[in-house]
């Protein structure tokens, strides 16, 4: 309670004088308006005739209102995470009572004795008070102010019994007396058990509340606290008005200063640099603003633009607050410009162009100080610098459920599952890289109906085994599947048979049980045969897992109210804007993919205490899982501010001829086939090289570079678009040395090691030994070194905005650009044997680390030499 100590105390002469003032600016704002206040309003004696504790904070009855004008703008200065009892209750008070507060801009002038959180009125940028207790009944003498207000608890008439309760919180409650705190406990507990309720003054919510509310629950000692407090701390602290009062301490916070120095986001520097110069423009809106920045979608106009000329010159205009001699938004740009010194670190080459755009250049040599940055920071045992993201990106150490790949027991994979495994390992690796703790989970279907079938076939196919011969050669998956199929299908007595093992299965049957073992051990294999060739890792928890914990969830819908009975008895549950329902129980009692998706979704939020939860499977499933994340919501699983739910939906692979990918015969394409296919041709196209001596790897380097290549090409061809896309499957485009495609890119960064290797070999400049020792330096001439620099160092501005949809084509566009970049950099500017070559040979180095770290999010092997 640092600032309790230094409380200014608002007398009740200066309440009325508040009161007053706001009184005359409404009146004078409803005026200009032709507007009239609304005539005031009594209540009657509210206070409680019986002694609930079971009351909730609710909303009061307005007391006398009056209107206050709608420009009203209030500021919390000094607002900190440090004095978090102080700025808690501001906060609070203003959710409380209906007052708009925001964070005060940097330019507002607070008295150099006021240490904590103090409350500024933004029409005139004058001290109101300060101290979190004076500043809550600043915002309750507002609020009753309001002629809309539906949250007003403040009445004159109970000023007294207030203040009693202020004075008790700031002396008593959070000293060192115990003595003193006991006597206070011992109070507060008689007030709430007396007839008070949940609340300490008339029956509802108070300043007083929330003052104490605060203040104990900030006290290291809450568990020792009476029933009755803990009762009526929980009863707050839940509600609405504490929660999102609580929730909007940190848009109260100011933020630190930019980190231009060591924070590697140059969208962040050159937004800061802007901010900063409209701030001292127009203080008093500032804080109405975001991002003022974007990136210039034409480099060479400008690297970024400013468009808040135009919107601040209307919003001036609008409230009579433009400066003198400022007539369009073509002069605010111009005053934007004149309030970024000179020598800021950043930009500098201002243009302003058309209607009021500012155009601007990132300076040369904040370039060179990241990109040094980053080459001096190399291990000290060799290997590639770790390249940096903002700490706002990696100190969230969130965990994340990625639920990907999935194919089902018994099946191959085909090119259907190619979509779902790869981009799924690239989300992984995107998340992994800025810290979260991720799930990668495969949601196999081991699980269902299909496997009565399954088993019925298997034990006719091997009718010794489990008697003595448990060797079981299945063979080909699919037509193993297909022959088992085409039994169901046509044979009465198989199919009854099969429907009878899966109840015996589901029962534990043991017989059952390890046939289906054998059927889930033969098709791990198999996948595994795809993910080794594609570097994929996942953790199997299938269908079968959450088998045992479906029955909870319907009977938690149940007890919810949210289950309708369907006609036959199965238990659904609708969500808005849906007509068909889920289905938690089926007819005949057994469950479906709703049941086990339900399950999963619960175990994932409550037992791995997921914040983020992916699911990767073909658009047509889009419908059936917005439907499971609403119903988690509706059951109270999910808070959307706290936990965020998707559903990556991805398009089809077609053939030529426009149509789902199959081969000649029209069977589904085996996923290891088609990997395999690609690698067989980059072989050949790199003994080709070879034998036309155009190559600088030998023969035997051919499998191990081809296969790097040849499944890099598959998944980049399938990564660099847009998920949602359906795309044409083709080996020629995708195995092209030119455009944007894997081998092009591979190709750029085996050049680049190249010129390094020959800056070693022929010229002795060791690129290691200068990481190694930290002597790198990079200076930036040549327009071509300096577009190069520009596009490094945007890599931590791409993944922050990969985070938002988690779409891998946006790290595949960063790449390519990156890689033409490279390709002007090499052909404008002589690396080796220049006097720049030591400068130049660093910064084909730093394009390499950037490459591979960007090939290693996309799980693409990088070669050195091809």
């Given at each position: 309670?640092?600032q309790?100590?230094?409380?200014?105390?608002?007398?009740?002469?200066?309440?009325?004088?508040?009161?007053?003032?706001?009184?005359?600016?409404?009146?004078?704002?409803?005026?200009?308006?032709?507007?009239?206040?609304?005539?005031?309003?009594?209540?009657?004696?509210?206070?409680?005739?019986?002694?609930?504790?079971?009351?909730?904070?609710?909303?009061?009855?307005?007391?006398?209102?009056v209107?206050?004008?709608?420009?009203?703008?209030?500021?919390?200065?000094?607002?900190?995470?440090d004095?978090?009892?102080?700025?808690?209750?501001?906060?609070?008070?203003?959710?409380?009572?209906?007052?708009?507060?925001?964070?005060?801009p940097?330019?507002?002038?607070?008295?150099?004795?006021?240490?904590?959180?103090?409350?500024?009125?933004?029409?005139?940028?004058?001290?109101?008070?300060?101290?979190?207790?004076?500043?809550?009944?600043?915002?309750?003498?507002?609020?009753?102010?309001?002629?809309?207000?539906?949250?007003?608890?403040?009445?004159?008439?109970?000023?007294?019994?207030?203040?009693?309760?202020?004075?008790?919180?700031?002396?008593?409650?959070?000293?060192?007396?115990?003595?003193?705190?006991?006597?206070?406990?011992?109070?507060?507990?008689?007030?709430?058990?007396?007839?008070?309720?949940?609340f300490?003054?008339?029956?509802?919510?108070?300043?007083?509340?929330?003052?104490?509310?605060?203040?104990?629950?900030?006290?290291?000692?809450?568990?020792?606290?009476?029933?009755?407090?803990?009762h009526?701390?929980?009863?707050?602290?839940?509600?609405?008005?504490?929660?999102?009062?609580?929730?909007?301490?940190?848009?109260?916070?100011?933020?630190?200063?930019?980190?231009v120095?060591?924070?590697?986001?140059?969208?962040?520097?050159?937004?800061?640099?802007?901010y900063?110069?409209?701030?001292?423009?127009?203080?008093?809106?500032?804080?109405?603003?975001?991002?003022?920045?974007?990136?210039?979608?034409?480099?060479?106009?400008?690297?970024?633009?400013?468009?808040?000329a135009?919107?601040?010159?209307?919003?001036?205009?609008?409230?009579?607050?433009?400066?003198?001699?400022?007539?369009?938004?073509?002069?605010?740009?111009q005053?934007?410009?004149k309030?970024?010194?000179?020598?800021?670190?950043?930009?500098?080459?201002?243009?302003?162009?058309?209607?009021?755009?500012?155009?601007c250049?990132?300076?040369?040599?904040?370039?060179?100080?990241?990109?040094?940055?980053?080459?001096?920071?190399?291990?000290?045992?060799?290997?590639?610098?770790k390249?940096?993201?903002?700490?706002?990106?990696?100190?969230?150490?969130?965990?994340?459920?990625?639920?990907?790949?999935?194919?089902?027991?018994?099946?191959?994979?085909?090119?259907?599952?190619?979509?779902?495994?790869?981009?799924?390992?690239?989300?992984?690796?995107?998340?992994?890289?800025?810290?979260?703790?991720?799930?990668?989970?495969?949601?196999?279907?081991?699980?269902?109906?299909?496997?009565?079938?399954?088993?019925?076939?298997?034990?006719?196919?091997?009718?010794?085994?489990?008697?003595?011969?448990?060797?079981?050669?299945?063979?080909d998956?699919?037509?193993?599947?297909?022959k088992?199929?085409?039994?169901?299908?046509?044979?009465?007595?198989?199919?009854?048979?099969?429907?009878?093992?899966?109840?015996?299965?589901?029962?534990?049957?043991?017989?059952?049980?390890?046939?289906?073992?054998?059927?889930?051990?033969v098709?791990?294999?198999?996948?595994?045969?795809?993910?080794?060739?594609?570097?994929?890792?996942?953790?199997?928890?299938?269908?079968?897992?959450?088998?045992?914990?479906?029955?909870?969830?319907?009977?938690?819908?149940?007890?919810s109210?949210?289950?309708?009975?369907?006609?036959?008895?199965?238990?659904?549950?609708?969500?808005?804007?849906?007509k068909?329902?889920?289905?938690?129980?089926?007819?005949?009692?057994?469950?479906?993919?709703d049941?086990?998706?339900?399950?999963?979704?619960?175990?994932?939020?409550?037992?791995?205490?997921?914040?983020?939860?992916?699911?990767?499977?073909?658009?047509?499933?889009?419908?059936?899982?917005?439907?499971?994340?609403?119903?988690?919501?509706?059951?109270?699983?999910?808070?959307?501010?706290?936990?965020?739910?998707?559903?990556?939906?991805?398009?089809?692979?077609?053939?030529?001829?426009?149509?789902?990918?199959?081969?000649?015969?029209?069977?589904?394409?085996?996923?290891?086939?088609l990997?395999?296919?690609?690698?067989?041709?980059?072989?050949?196209?790199?003994?080709?090289?070879i034998?036309?001596?155009?190559?600088?790897?030998?023969?035997?380097?051919?499998?191990?570079?081809?296969?790097?290549?040849?499944?890099?090409?598959?998944?980049?061809?399938?990564?660099?678009?847009?998920?949602t896309?359906?795309?044409?499957?083709?080996?020629?485009?995708?195995?092209?040395?030119?455009?944007?495609?894997?081998?092009?890119?591979?190709?750029?960064?085996?050049?680049?090691?190249?010129?390094?290797?020959?800056?070693?070999?022929?010229?002795?400049?060791?690129?290691d030994?200068?990481?190694?020792?930290?002597?790198?330096?990079?200076?930036?001439?040549?327009?071509?070194?300096r577009?190069?620099?520009?596009?490094?160092?945007?890599?931590?501005?791409?993944?922050?905005?990969?985070?938002?949809?988690?779409?891998?084509?946006?790290?595949?566009?960063?790449?390519?650009?990156?890689?033409?970049?490279?390709?002007?950099?090499?052909?404008?500017?002589?690396?080796?044997?220049?006097?720049?070559?030591?400068?130049?040979?660093l910064?084909?180095?730093?394009?390499?680390?950037?490459?591979?770290?960007?090939?290693?999010?996309?799980?693409?092997?990088?070669?050195?030499?091809?």
């Amino acid at each position: 309670m640092s600032q309790e100590g230094e409380e200014q105390k608002l007398s009740k002469k200066e309440l009325k004088r508040l009161a007053k003032k706001t009184e005359k600016d409404a009146k004078k704002g409803n005026s200009e308006k032709g507007d009239h206040p609304p005539s005031s309003a009594t209540k009657g004696d509210d206070r409680p005739s019986g002694s609930s504790t079971q009351n909730k904070p609710v909303a009061a009855t307005t007391v006398n209102t009056v209107a206050t004008p709608k420009e009203s703008t209030f500021f919390l200065a000094n607002a900190s995470n440090d004095d978090c009892v102080s700025t808690l209750k501001a906060a609070i008070a203003a959710k409380a009572f209906g007052i708009d507060l925001f964070k005060a801009p940097a330019t507002l002038k607070v008295p150099c004795l006021v240490k904590g959180p103090c409350l500024f009125n933004g029409n005139d940028a004058k001290l109101v008070t300060f101290g979190g207790n004076s500043i809550a009944k600043a915002m309750a003498l507002l609020g009753a102010s309001k002629s809309d207000a539906t949250t007003i608890n403040y009445d004159p008439r109970e000023t007294g019994i207030i203040d009693e309760w202020l004075e008790l919180e700031r002396t008593c409650l959070g000293q060192d007396d115990k003595t003193k705190k006991v006597a206070a406990l011992d109070k507060i507990e008689h007030a709430l058990t007396s007839g008070c309720g949940s609340f300490l003054v008339a029956g509802r919510l108070s300043v007083a509340d929330i003052a104490v509310v605060v203040n104990l629950s900030q006290q290291q000692d809450v568990a020792t606290y009476s029933p009755a407090i803990q009762h009526y701390l929980h009863a707050h602290l839940s509600s609405p008005i504490f929660i999102e009062g609580t929730e909007s301490v940190q848009s109260l916070v100011p933020s630190p200063p930019f980190d231009v120095e060591n924070d590697p986001s140059m969208i962040g520097a050159v937004n800061s640099v802007f901010y900063d110069a409209i701030s001292a423009f127009v203080p008093d809106i500032a804080h109405t603003l975001g991002q003022v920045i974007e990136k210039s979608k034409v480099l060479k106009n400008g690297d970024y633009q400013c468009k808040e000329a135009m919107p601040l010159f209307a919003q001036l205009k609008a409230v009579g607050k433009l400066p003198p001699g400022i007539h369009s938004p073509q002069q605010v740009a111009q005053e934007i410009v004149k309030n970024i010194p000179s020598d800021n670190p950043v930009v500098d080459g201002f243009e302003i162009n058309g209607p009021g755009f500012i155009l601007c250049r990132v300076k040369a040599s904040y370039l060179e100080h990241h990109l040094n940055t980053l080459m001096n920071s190399a291990p000290e045992e060799g290997g590639d610098p770790k390249l940096v993201l903002p700490r706002d990106v990696t100190s969230k150490k969130q965990t994340v459920v990625v639920d990907f790949s999935s194919p089902n027991i018994a099946k191959e994979m085909h090119v259907g599952h190619l979509r779902s495994t790869i981009i799924g390992e690239t989300v992984c690796r995107i998340l992994e890289f800025t810290g979260a703790d991720v799930k990668r989970v495969n949601h196999v279907g081991d699980w269902g109906t299909q496997f009565g079938m399954l088993i019925t076939f298997l034990k006719e196919s091997f009718p010794n085994f489990g008697k003595g011969d448990d060797n079981v050669d299945i063979g080909d998956l699919t037509q193993f599947y297909k022959k088992a199929k085409m039994r169901f299908d046509e044979d009465a007595v198989f199919k009854k048979t099969s429907q009878l093992n899966v109840v015996k299965l589901q029962a534990g049957d043991e017989e059952c049980r390890a046939i289906w073992q054998v059927l889930c051990d033969v098709s791990r294999k198999e996948f595994e045969k795809v993910y080794k060739r594609l570097d994929i890792t996942l953790e199997e928890c299938g269908e079968s897992f959450y088998n045992n914990k479906i029955p909870a969830v319907i009977e938690e819908f149940e007890k919810s109210g949210l289950i309708a009975s369907e006609d036959g008895g199965a238990k659904c549950v609708f969500v808005p804007k849906y007509k068909i329902p889920l289905m938690l129980q089926k007819s005949d009692g057994g469950y479906g993919y709703d049941s086990t998706d339900m399950a999963a979704l619960k175990y994932r939020i409550k037992d791995l205490g997921a914040s983020r939860i992916v699911y990767i499977t073909d658009y047509s499933q889009g419908d059936h899982f917005q439907m499971c994340f609403s119903a988690a919501e509706m059951i109270g699983w999910v808070d959307p501010k706290k936990t965020k739910l998707e559903h990556i939906g991805f398009g089809t692979v077609m053939g030529d001829d426009g149509k789902r990918f199959k081969t000649r015969s029209g069977d589904t394409v085996r996923l290891v086939d088609l990997l395999d296919e690609a690698v067989q041709r980059m072989e050949t196209s790199l003994n080709e090289r070879i034998a036309e001596k155009k190559a600088v790897i030998n023969e035997d380097q051919v499998p191990e570079i081809a296969a790097a290549m040849g499944y890099g090409a598959v998944k980049y061809f399938d990564l660099r678009r847009n998920p949602t896309s359906n795309y044409k499957f083709s080996y020629d485009d995708m195995l092209d040395t030119k455009g944007n495609t894997a081998i092009y890119l591979l190709y750029a960064h085996a050049r680049l090691e190249s010129i390094i290797s020959k800056g070693k070999t022929d010229y002795n400049i060791d690129v290691d030994e200068l990481l190694k020792n930290k002597n790198a330096k990079i200076v930036i001439g040549h327009p071509s070194e300096r577009n190069l620099a520009f596009h490094l160092q945007m890599f931590s501005d791409m993944i922050v905005e990969v985070l938002q949809d988690l779409y891998p084509y946006r790290v595949c566009d960063f790449l390519y650009a990156l890689s033409i970049a490279v390709s002007d950099f090499v052909t404008k500017c002589k690396v080796l044997g220049s006097d720049e070559m030591e400068s130049r040979l660093l910064l084909c180095r730093a394009s390499a680390i950037v490459m591979r770290q960007c090939f290693d999010l996309l799980a693409i092997r990088h070669v050195n030499r091809i």
